[in-house]
């Protein structure tokens, strides 16, 4: 089918790191996403990673990718309060001469003080 | 980054009613706008890819003639909730993506969203 999995719900201490997993679908997805959502607002892109890499470092995020199991996952280091939200993880998928995101189920990080 | 708008942030109206959701981009052109649709605690669904200047392509289940979607201009999208009903309460959700980049290449950019209460 369609769905790109996420655990629902992860629960860490303020300092510690996170690791959200997301698997995807389709194996021909050419870039995968990472975005944050706050209560009651949009989305905002964290960070995305091209297909051809297993690994991608931006400041506190690293993303990994291992395409044989069609598996994602987004590290936060050092994690603060700051970080509680919903992260969803997204493919792309091609449709109509264009493109659309087919989103996870969503992560809801919720950060301990 | 891109910036993308959307208007009114919160709407409540009666059943029976339209309401029409206003989606802008603000310092890009945008090709091509998404409208989605967010349960609460759920995920996004996508309900329908519009380019500018032609006829939306909505996902399966969604009804065309329920949900008009116009994308009159390189910045302005607009959905419009005809005849609106309790079940179409719900969070929507536009984003925008910038022309001249290869497909798969760029990135879509997200407004912050329409709650929408029908009562």
């Known amino acids: 089918g369609e769905d790109v999995e996420q655990s629902l719900f992860l629960s860490v201490r303020e300092g510690d790191s996170s690791v959200i997993n997301c698997t995807y679908t389709d194996s021909s997805s050419t870039y995968l996403y990472w975005y944050k959502q706050e209560p009651g607002a949009g989305l905002q892109l964290l960070t995305y990673i091209f297909s051809n890499m297993d690994m991608k470092q931006d400041q506190r995020l690293t993303v990994l990718l291992n395409k044989k199991d069609k598996h994602l996952s987004l590290r936060i280091a050092d994690t603060q309060t700051g970080d509680s939200a919903i992260y969803f993880c997204a493919e792309i998928q091609p449709t109509s001469g264009t493109y659309k995101y087919i989103f996870g189920t969503g992560t809801r990080l919720k950060v301990l003080a | 980054g891109a910036v993308v708008s959307q208007h009114p942030s919160r709407v409540i109206c009666k059943s029976g009613t339209s309401v029409k959701i206003e989606c802008r981009s603000l310092d890009f052109q945008a090709t091509t706008m998404f409208w989605y649709r967010q349960f609460p605690k759920q995920s996004l669904m996508l309900m329908a890819t519009?380019?500018?200047?032609?006829?939306?392509?909505?996902e399966q289940g969604v009804e065309k003639d329920k949900f008009l979607i116009n994308h009159a201009s390189l910045t302005l999208s607009t959905l419009t909730v005809t005849s609106a009903h309790p079940e179409d309460s719900s969070f929507y959700i536009c984003s925008a993506r910038e022309g001249g980049f290869p497909l798969g290449t760029d990135t879509q950019y997200f407004g912050p969203g329409t709650r929408l209460t029908v009562l």
């Open positions: 519009s380019n500018e200047g032609s006829k939306a392509t909505y």
